[in-house]
């Protein structure tokens, strides 16, 4: 009798935490879906910023949205990331050569009026140089400057619900500064002819990455021509043999994450159109708008808890989090937790090991840290995120999505080594690189 009032009693609690945990599934994507109906009316009501702030939304398809709205959700923000200004080709024309002070005649042999990509704030022409060089000229919509400025007034309130979204600890005044910072840095493309000159010095004649070259004479705030380079996109990649896609996800990771700690600082926009393969072998990177320096305090911090995370070395990653910020109670804090929430948000180069990586996997793992049932999510929300590591973990989270999506079977632990523990290359790329830098001396801009 006791053992069937006990069996009894199991069966009935394993039930109701049963229905329990589907409430919980059930609340986790009506909020969920709420929310991510609330980012696209805010942005809805911008009219400049809206294509920029939504490129921040493609992290909100790693697991987040419940895949019976997902295709709802991601049409109503294509919706809105192809509401680009349509600006007939006189006004376009004028603004160039406004900007240029001179006719487009003068300016170059050749222009094709017909654009070749549509950015978030201008378009992209193919043109020729008076001189025969081939460039791409970058042009920004007339007015859009004013337009984004005036969005920027409503920047708090898409941060407030953005922000929340991904994680309770961030700090909206501070997010919302550093977003303001960011935006309002790319409208002005003389600053972004100067980052792209910046990394061009950094990667002069690199084995493998190639930085387009500035037109400074053909260049103003809202013109900017750099040299066209010829290649094929990203998703060229996707159906290529295994070899191929591993080359080009270790191109992608020591670019995007291996600058910040290697040349403190790096490209904040990781995009499948911001990359190029050519047909050497070598791949291109574009448009430095969201460009950003890193502080090398900053740096070396992040590289700490990475070697603190890797060694299992609790007491000291509490340290480091406590310093930067991130563990307010140092105390109160599990360090094997820590470890091991550490090691979870770092799945994909903290360990040392052979990983196939998977757009499914990359959801999955982003997943963790989204659903309120999680003991990651639970963790994650009682801690702080400051600005600046909260820019660069955005950055790493758009690259780990797009290197997902080439299916590589890789250990990246291996290649961040070199700048974690400062150890000689292992890989091919690797040694490239070193021979190259001990051939030309690498430049660490200032």
């Known amino acids: 009798m006791a053992t069937g009032q006990a069996a009894m009693h199991v069966g009935t609690r394993t039930a109701n935490k049963f229905r329990t945990d589907e409430r919980a599934a059930a609340a986790l994507e009506a909020r969920n879906i709420e929310m991510a109906e609330r980012l696209v009316t805010v942005l809805g009501t911008m009219k400049g910023a809206a294509q920029k702030l939504g490129q921040m939304l493609s992290m909100l398809d790693g697991g987040l949205i419940p895949s019976s709205h997902r295709e709802e959700f991601q049409a109503k923000l294509a919706a809105l990331q192809d509401n680009a200004p349509k600006v007939p080709w006189p006004k376009m024309r004028k603004q160039i050569e406004g900007e240029l002070g001179t006719s487009l005649a003068e300016a170059f042999r050749s222009f094709d009026e017909t654009p070749v990509a549509a950015a978030s704030i201008g378009q992209v022409y193919r043109a020729v140089t008076h001189d025969g060089r081939d460039v791409a000229v970058k042009v920004q919509y007339p007015g859009i400057a004013t337009a984004v400025r005036a969005d920027l007034k409503n920047l708090s309130l898409f941060v407030r619900v953005y922000g929340k979204f991904l994680h309770e600890g961030l700090d909206a005044k501070q997010l919302a500064a550093e977003l303001e910072a960011r935006i309002t840095e790319e409208l002005d493309y003389v600053l972004e002819a100067e980052n792209t000159r910046t990394v061009g010095r950094a990667f ?26 010829d290649g094929k996109p990203l998703s060229s990649a996707y159906d290529a043999d295994l070899a191929t896609r591993n080359r080009i996800a270790e191109i992608l990771f020591r670019f995007y994450s291996g600058s910040p700690y290697r040349l403190h600082m790096y490209s904040g926009d990781p995009h499948p159109g911001n990359a190029l393969v050519l047909p050497d072998g070598r791949m291109a990177f574009l448009d430095f708008g969201l460009f950003k320096r890193f502080d090398p305090a900053a740096a070396e911090a992040e590289l700490a808890i990475y070697r603190s995370a890797v060694a299992g070395d609790g007491e000291e990653l509490r340290r480091v989090l406590h310093e930067i910020g991130f563990v307010p109670d140092s105390e109160g804090t599990d360090v094997d937790e820590l470890v091991d929430v550490a090691r979870t948000a770092g799945w994909w180069f903290l360990s040392d090991e052979e990983l196939e990586i998977t757009s499914r996997r990359v959801n999955k793992m982003a997943a963790k840290f989204a659903d309120p049932r999680s003991s990651y999510y639970k963790f994650a929300q009682k801690q702080n995120l400051p600005a600046e590591h909260a820019f660069r973990a955005r950055a790493d989270a758009h690259l780990i999505a797009i290197v997902g999506q080439l299916n590589p079977t890789i250990n990246l632990h291996r290649v961040a080594r070199e700048w974690i523990y400062g150890e000689p290359p292992v890989t091919d790329l690797g040694r490239q690189q070193l021979a190259w830098e001990q051939e030309v001396g690498r430049v660490v801009p200032a």
């Open 204 to 229: 002069r004649d690199h084995p493998f990455i190639r930085i387009p070259s500035v037109v400074g004479e053909l260049s103003t705030e809202r013109v900017l021509t750099t040299e066209w380079v």
